[in-house]
């Protein structure tokens, strides 16, 4: 009997659609869960007729695959991915491969790799993008670990993913070790952003200009038309034209309290270690926050009652300026997020490919977009791009975009309505593009009360000096600058 191409742990959602994925495309799959019964359900059901082998055990499993063996663990992220390891390990010898498909922390991976090529086996972390329709017809994928690996994967993984226009697979190799789930990371955080953008956005429609969602509805389907072509404004305008058997607005019944799996939260706490501001995507993660403490809310709402003033102006136009700054906003966000990549890219020696990411995340995944094709661009023009905001196309393309972007921000805070996502861009776009912040200032308090020094700008950087403000502090500074 023909042995199987690859391996796979975990028959939940993900796990499943992958394996009808691959067969699909021509491979063997050998599957296994922890759960035996799940297995001959599959087996016997939805896989019946396929080259789908059923095993019952690890040892099976591993039995029934041509090497180097492959196996993809689709389990739980944490403490289960360490134990599963443990247990395939001895079913295993030199040069065979563990793949984690699972939205696993990118640190855990780094240990991971370390140990499993210690043991004389290769790792690889990937990034799983598109949800249980992604993994049936292509997700997009994004490979790190082990480099000797790729060659290994790479048919498989590159046949099953999505394709973009050209047929290029949405699917490369990223990076050594972590690199792969930290770019997944990054793009559960700009997933995160680019929600609450579409929330704020609906909000000021809803609020501030009294539209009904069948309104939004034909608003979200000319904005899908436009620069913000993209899978989350696709779904957003079919959401609002949805209804029940009853005629009834389905979103209009949902309790505004949004959940989390903590990837966003993985991603501003990253971005925070790296010292790179994230202030949009870690105003969405608090968003999230802030909107799961209804009772609270509903409280506040009565001891401080607002009213929003009925909009007086041009509807269309504002309805424009809305769409304007949504694209500025998200452009913000992108920036952040590749600022991100390349500052942890630095500290981890991984070497990412920026242009080939964007080709990444173009198809098959959540935040797929024709934007992310403008960014491709950007990078393969200019490997070393600093920021997005520095490239001539979106330089050009901001500068068009930022009077409609302030008039709606500014309308948006006197007429009470929140919009931290938005406004947070706006705020780190004005900080980014001035020349001097008062940080001088900032500088000046922590050397009075902390003696913690500062630089000049009439001395060369580098160099650092200490006042005794107070003429009684002494001359003694502090030894370490960034305190």
């Not at 640190?107 to 991971?112: A, G, L, Q, S």
């Amino acid at each position: 009997m023909k042995k199987a191409d690859i391996g796979l742990v975990g028959l939940a959602v993900m796990g499943e659609n992958l394996v009808m994925n691959m067969e699909s495309k021509g491979f063997t799959v050998a599957v296994y869960n922890r759960t035996t019964e799940k297995v001959r359900s599959f087996v016997e059901g939805r896989a019946a007729g396929k080259n789908i082998i059923g095993t019952y055990s690890l040892e099976e499993l591993a039995a029934n695959l041509e090497k180097p063996r492959k196996i993809m663990m689709m389990v739980k992220a944490g403490q289960a991915v360490d134990d599963l390891i443990e247990t395939l390990l001895p079913h295993l010898e030199e040069g065979d491969i563990l793949i984690d498909g699972g939205n696993s922390h990118f640190p855990d991976t780094i240990r991971r790799t370390a140990y499993v090529e210690s043991k004389g086996l290769l790792y690889v972390g990937c990034g799983v993008s598109g949800g249980e329709e992604g993994a049936l017809n292509g997700p997009s994928m994004m490979p790190g670990g082990s480099p000797a690996a790729w060659e290994h994967v790479k048919p498989i993984f590159q046949a099953i993913c999505a394709k973009v226009e050209d047929g290029q697979a949405c699917c490369d190799w990223v990076g050594e070790n972590g690199a792969g789930h930290f770019v997944k990371m990054v793009h559960n955080g700009i997933e995160y952003g680019d929600m609450q953008l579409i929330c704020e956005a609906y909000q000021l429609m809803k609020d501030g200009l009294g539209m009904s969602a069948e309104e939004m509805h034909e608003v979200f389907a000319e904005w899908n038309k436009t620069e913000l072509d993209s899978y989350l404004i696709e779904i957003t305008r079919d959401i609002l034209g949805y209804k029940d058997e009853n005629g009834e607005t389905v979103v209009n019944y949902i309790l505004d309290t949004a959940g989390q799996k903590g990837t966003g939260k993985w991603t501003a706490i990253s971005a925070l270690d790296e010292g790179v501001p994230l202030t949009l995507i870690g105003e969405a993660v608090f968003s999230r926050c802030l909107s799961a403490m209804k009772a609270e809310r509903v409280t506040a709402s009565k001891v401080f009652p607002k009213e929003v003033p009925a909009f007086e102006g041009d509807k269309a136009a504002f309805i424009e300026a809305i769409r304007k700054a949504l694209y500025a906003s998200k452009i913000i966000s992108y920036a952040q997020g590749y600022t991100l990549m390349r500052t942890a890219a630095k500290t981890n020696n991984w070497n990412l490919n920026y242009g080939g990411i964007a080709l990444m995340w173009r198809g098959g995944c959540i935040i797929r977009s024709v934007f992310l094709g403008k960014i491709k661009e950007a990078y393969d023009k200019n490997p070393a791009l600093e920021n997005l905001l520095l490239d001539d196309y979106f330089a050009e393309t901001i500068k068009g975009l930022v009077p409609a972007w302030r008039e709606v921000v500014a309308y948006a805070v006197k007429a009470g309505i929140p919009m931290p996502a938005f406004s947070s861009a706006l705020n780190y776009f004005d900080g980014y593009t001035t020349e001097s912040l008062p940080a001088n200032l900032l500088q000046a308090q922590r050397d009075y009360f902390g003696a913690h020094t500062y630089e000049r700008i009439d001395q060369p950087r580098g160099q650092f000096f200490h006042t005794n403000w107070t003429g009684h502090g002494g001359d003694t500074s502090a030894g370490v600058y960034n305190a």
